[in-house]
Structures are given as C-alpha cells and as structure tokens.
C-alpha cells in the first residue's frame, strides 16, 4: 500500500491506498496554530511533526499491509527555518502571518512586487518567502544567522525523516522560482532585497525524485528504514492530481480554509494578466504543464467564523441556506476576513470584510447566505483571472470542506454558471501524493484512473440573472472598498507599531 499523508495548516491527514486507488485506511489528527495580536501566525515545527508520525502510525496499524512508500504533502508558502538537523531555528511562519504587511505595502508603492510578477509570475503578500525573509533580516537577524535551510512544510517534514535538505518544484515556485526553467531567478531575490539569505534556498528537486526513511525517520514513523518517501507537490497541485485532472483547461475549487482556484495550462507565460500583479503559477509534476493559481486567503474560515459569532455550529448551516432564497434578501458582503488581507484575485494588506444591506427584518440565514454568496462570487473573479492567462474548457471539480455542504456547493454551481463535480472523498490532497509517488517509483498511473466517484451539482434554473447581476455588484463593491482601504490605510494598525506586545490571541486546535 501508500500511505498518503496532508499536514494541513491546523489538521493532518493520513490515506492509505492500495495499487488500484481504494481506501484502506484514513486518520487525522489536530494540530496548534498560535495566533498573536500583533500579526503573528505561527506553528510548532515539533508539534506538526507528532501529528504526521501519529497518523501514519494508525493507517499503518489499520491496513496492516506492507508499505510500498509514504507520500507527504501539505500547505505551501510561509517559511519554516531549520538548521542542518532538521530543527527549527525559530517556530515555523505561517502563511497566514502579518508581520510583513508593510513590507509588502513598501513594495507596491516602489514597484518590487511588479518586478518580480513580470520575473516569476507570483504575487507577493505578506505570508510568502520573500517578505518574510527580509522582515527578519530586519528585526530578528539572528534567527536567519542560526539557519541553514529557508524552507516550507513539506521539506520540513522530509528532512526530518530522511535527512535530505530538498524542496518540491511546487513550493519553490513561491517566489522566486523561474517555472519554465525551474531554476531560482536571481534577480528577483536581489529585488526583494534578500540575496543575503539565497544559501538557505533549497535546489528544487527534479521530476520524480525519490528519498528513503532514515533511521531517525523509522523511529518516528514506526516503518522500516529504507521506505521511499516522496516529498509533495504542495497541498494545491496535488488536490488537481487527487481530483483526477490533468488536461488544460481543468479547474480545481478548493473549498478549504483557503479558498484556492487553479486551472491546468499547458504553456505558462507568466508575464500574462500582469496589470495587477496577483496569484501565482505553479510547477507540476509534469514539466509541460502547470497551474496558473488563485488562492484568495479566506474560504471555510470566513464561514467558520460568522457562524461561531452567531452561535451556531456547522450542522446548522444546510438549513439556515435552504430557508434562504439566492440574493440573500438584499443582504451582502465581501469575505475578505484575514488580518493580513488579501492575495487574490488582487493583492491588498489592508483588505477587510463587509456585511452591507442589513435591515431590521434581515434573518441569520440572509447573512449566512450573504457570506456564502460572496466567497463564490471571490471564487468567481479568481477564475476569471486564472483563464485569462489559462485559457480552456475542461471540468471542474470541487473539494474541500465546503464542498461537503449540498447547498453551498449549489452556490457555487450557480453563481459560476456551470456544473460543478464533487468528489465522494474528503482526502484529495492525500491520493494525490500518492498518485505522484507511484509514477515516480515507475508505475504508469493516470490521475482519471484514481479518482474518486463524485456527484455533477448543475446550476440551477432561474438564477443566472439574479447572480450574474449580483456578480457585477460585488466586483463594483470591491472596486469601491479598494479606494476606501488606500485612503484610510492609516487607521489600520500596522504591524510594527504593535512589535512587542505579544499577547497569544488564540491557539487553534
């Protein structure tokens, strides 16, 4: 068998398949994110570490099969210090993090992060690799002195038990990466004003690479030294491989804790849609294909949170959107609840979300759908973003945790105007992994041979008009939020003006 394996930003996941793509056995397990009001979002590199190894422990102890290979994948960007051991050097960024908000805002103003777009085709926010590195070159320089590798999640987890400092193509693409050439482009490491730390930057694995488990990787994952061990793609490539695409024009909908939009292309001209520099393109496992990807900051979590502040749980939300009727009643809004604002389909630190509309005969579940309604329509603009420099016609397949909702994932059917399939599988990120170790230990896997059954939610008459109009809506309330956050960017607080203080908000489990 495979074991599968998706260290995701607050949950771990385990798979494990057999030769022909089943399920034998699933695990997960919870681990902490340390949110900070000043910005901060970090993790425990350790903690994150005892998740993996005890839910590969328990599919392991479940199937009771041999283990052909362990396949890992995870969340992308943030930046996980380690020294020549594999131990964090400070705790692990998350891309959630803040801290380089003005960095970033510094850098939209001097034209930095249109050089480096025009160079590598990603937009740069605060929670990528190339802010991150310059703030703690600037505030905490020490903790780049003790490092020896500048990394993501993945090969975090991949030189812990294998001992190998390596990165994925995927990861690398995030943002430095030429992903044509799939080589490092200097000159946008020397824009970002972080050549100083270009030793910490792992060389980008080829195709196919293959690692085995060490000893101290045996001990932790109970399996036997020598077990090949392949180390990504990251969380979004491999979620398009688990969800059986592959073909241009394919589109994947991660309805998760991000919202991410992707589409398949078969050339990658990263110098496309460069008049607002925002998303990213992504290596693939294949060098002739990659992902032109959208991936706004909020999705599940934006839900998450208004319904814990209406005092409901998740259970409750089918019937608070089956009472509703589309347009929420004249309710809307704009999801753009993250602290470090949003990286697409545009990039804007002071970003934040809006509830508009509200009267006194507005019910929950108008704001329910409002929200709901307003993540689609985000999910909409990325799309249209993507294909105008990935252009096709292929499926569209959508997974995550919002996808499990039956009238959510009609939301999204109807206001995308198209059919949208649905996985019966929770664990796309997993199979992908796993899809991608197989090919590289030789096996001749196709992505459609593996993929799960899935349901077709097709868009339901009679409401293209009522969306398409509330679609123009939105995009104009954007528009007309943008010119708000620039001119009142000096009421939000700014990072370094709350440095030191410190105080743990929240540790989510």
Same mark, same amino acid.
């Given at each position: 068998?495979?074991?599968?394996?998706?260290?995701?930003?607050?949950?771990?996941?385990?798979?494990?398949?057999?030769?022909?793509?089943?399920? #034998?056995?699933?695990?997960?397990?919870?681990?902490?994110?340390?949110?900070?009001?000043? =910005?901060?979002?970090?993790?425990?590199?350790?903690?994150?570490?005892?998740?993996?190894?005890?839910?590969? $422990?328990?599919?392991?102890?479940?199937?009771?099969?041999?283990?052909?290979?362990?396949?890992?994948?995870?969340?992308?960007? =943030? #930046?996980?210090?380690?020294?020549?051991?594999?131990?964090?050097? !400070?705790?692990?960024?998350?891309?959630?993090?803040? $801290?380089?908000?003005?960095?970033?805002?510094?850098?939209?103003?001097?034209?930095?992060?249109?050089?480096?777009? $025009?160079?590598?085709?990603?937009?740069?926010?605060?929670?990528?690799?190339?802010?991150?590195?310059?703030?703690?070159? !600037?505030?905490?320089?020490?903790?780049?002195?003790?490092?020896?590798?500048?990394?993501?999640?993945?090969?975090?987890?991949?030189?812990?038990?294998?001992?190998?400092?390596?990165?994925?193509?995927?990861?690398?693409?995030?943002?430095?990466?030429?992903?044509?050439?799939?080589?490092?482009?200097?000159?946008?490491?020397?824009?970002? =004003?972080?050549?100083?730390?270009?030793? #910490?930057?792992?060389?980008?694995?080829?195709?196919?690479?293959?690692?085995?488990?060490?000893?101290?990787?045996?001990?932790?994952?109970?399996?036997?030294?020598?077990?090949?061990?392949?180390? @990504?793609?990251?969380?979004?490539?491999?979620?398009?491989?688990?969800?059986? #695409?592959?073909?241009?024009?394919?589109?994947?909908?991660?309805?998760?804790?991000?919202?991410?939009?992707?589409?398949?292309?078969?050339?990658?001209?990263?110098?496309?849609?460069?008049?607002?520099?925002?998303?990213?393109?992504?290596?693939?496992?294949?060098?002739?294909?990659?992902?032109?990807?959208?991936?706004?900051?909020?999705?599940?979590?934006?839900?998450?949170?208004?319904?814990?502040?209406?005092?409901?749980?998740?259970?409750?939300?089918?019937?608070?959107?089956?009472?509703?009727?589309?347009?929420?009643?004249?309710?809307?809004?704009?999801?753009?609840?993250?602290?470090?604002?949003?990286?697409?389909?545009?990039?804007?630190?002071?970003?934040? @979300?809006?509830?508009?509309?509200?009267?006194?005969?507005?019910?929950?579940?108008?704001?329910? !759908?409002?929200?709901?309604?307003?993540?689609?329509?985000?999910?909409?603009?990325?799309?249209?973003?993507?294909?105008?420099?990935?252009?096709?016609?292929?499926?569209?397949?959508?997974?995550?945790?919002?996808?499990?909702?039956?009238?959510?994932?009609?939301?999204?059917?109807?206001?995308?105007?198209?059919?949208?399939?649905?996985?019966?599988?929770?664990?796309?990120?997993?199979?992908?992994?796993?899809?991608?170790?197989?090919?590289?230990?030789?096996?001749?896997?196709?992505?459609?041979?593996?993929?799960?059954?899935?349901?077709?939610?097709?868009?339901?008459?009679?409401?293209?008009?009522?969306?398409?109009?509330?679609?123009?809506?939105? $995009?104009?309330?954007?528009?007309?939020?943008?010119?708000?956050?620039?001119?009142?960017?000096? =009421?939000?607080?700014?990072?370094?003006?709350?440095?030191?203080?410190?105080?743990?908000?929240?540790?989510?489990?």
């Amino acid at each position: 068998m495979i074991i599968g394996v998706d260290v995701g930003t607050s949950m771990t996941k385990a798979d494990a398949y057999d030769d022909d793509g089943r399920t #034998l056995a699933s695990a997960e397990r919870a681990s902490t994110l340390h949110q900070y009001d000043d =910005g901060r979002v970090e993790q425990d590199l350790e903690d994150v570490l005892a998740s993996a190894a005890d839910v590969i $422990r328990r599919v392991a102890a479940q199937a009771d099969r041999p283990v052909r290979a362990l396949a890992l994948t995870g969340q992308g960007d =943030g #930046l996980w210090l380690r020294d020549r051991d594999g131990h964090a050097t !400070r705790p692990p960024i998350s891309w959630l993090d803040d $801290r380089a908000a003005d960095v970033v805002r510094a850098w939209q103003d001097d034209g930095t992060v249109h050089e480096v777009y $025009r160079r590598t085709g990603t937009g740069l926010f605060p929670g990528c690799h190339a802010p991150l590195l310059n703030v703690l070159a !600037r505030d905490e320089p020490e903790s780049l002195e003790r490092a020896a590798v500048a990394g993501y999640c993945v090969d975090a987890l991949i030189q812990r038990l294998t001992g190998e400092i390596t990165v994925d193509a995927s990861d690398a693409s995030l943002p430095f990466l030429d992903v044509v050439g799939r080589r490092y482009d200097e000159d946008a490491i020397a824009a970002c =004003g972080v050549s100083g730390s270009r030793h #910490l930057l792992a060389e980008p694995a080829p195709p196919g690479a293959v690692f085995a488990l060490d000893a101290r990787g045996a001990e932790i994952t109970g399996l036997p030294v020598g077990t090949p061990v392949t180390g @990504g793609p990251f969380d979004l490539p491999s979620c398009a491989a688990g969800a059986g #695409l592959s073909r241009p024009g394919d589109g994947l909908l991660i309805i998760g804790t991000t919202l991410a939009c992707e589409v398949f292309t078969d050339r990658a001209d990263v110098t496309a849609d460069a008049a607002e520099p925002a998303g990213m393109w992504l290596c693939t496992p294949d060098p002739t294909t990659w992902l032109r990807a959208m991936p706004a900051m909020v999705g599940t979590a934006g839900l998450d949170w208004l319904l814990d502040f209406l005092g409901v749980g998740i259970d409750a939300l089918g019937g608070l959107l089956e009472g509703t009727r589309p347009g929420a009643g004249g309710v809307s809004a704009l999801p753009f609840l993250s602290a470090s604002g949003e990286r697409a389909p545009f990039v804007d630190t002071r970003a934040r @979300g809006q509830i508009e509309g509200v009267t006194l005969s507005t019910r929950r579940g108008d704001v329910v !759908r409002a929200v709901c309604e307003g993540i689609a329509y985000t999910a909409r603009h990325c799309f249209e973003r993507a294909a105008a420099a990935a252009p096709g016609d292929g499926r569209l397949v959508a997974c995550g945790g919002g996808s499990r909702s039956g009238p959510w994932a009609q939301i999204f059917a109807d206001v995308l105007g198209t059919p949208v399939e649905v996985p019966d599988d929770p664990g796309l990120g997993t199979r992908g992994a796993a899809i991608v170790a197989l090919r590289a230990l030789g096996d001749a896997v196709e992505p459609a041979d593996w993929a799960a059954p899935s349901r077709t939610v097709e868009p339901a008459a009679g409401t293209a008009d009522c969306y398409g109009e509330g679609y123009l809506r939105y $995009r104009a309330h954007v528009d007309t939020a943008r010119g708000f956050w620039a001119r009142q960017g000096q =009421g939000f607080r700014r990072p370094e003006e709350a440095r030191g203080a410190g105080r743990p908000l929240t540790a989510v489990t």
